[in-house]
């Protein structure tokens, strides 16, 4: 499982820290959509938005904290369902 890094305020050390969580392996869910024919695509959506509202947790003291990218989010999911709209209109 890939881990998702990024830095925040914590609450509770009341300074920059690097939070973590767990991330998404995109690799494995690509070769899952190809195996699939694109069937795939939905469940890695749902695990990606499931992800993205899930806290990172500070590396020192484990304050959570959710810090929900919206627009990266966005971006991805419109890659994803024109991959998926192209696959089925495809001849
Ligand atoms: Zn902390």
Known sequence: MATARTNFFCASCQTMR???KEGIN?????LLSIVTCGVWLIVWLLL?????MSPF???QCG???TI???GKLAIFAII???IYAAW???P
């Open 18 to 20: 690097l939070g973590e």
């Open 26 to 30: 995109h690799v494995l869910h690509l």
């Open 48 to 52: 990606a938005l499931a992800n993205s």
């Open 57 to 59: 947790r500070c590396t």
């Open 63 to 65: 304050q959570a904290k």
């Open 68 to 70: 929900f990218s919206g």
């Open 80 to 82: 994803l369902l024109l």
């Open 88 to 90: 089925h209109t495809a």
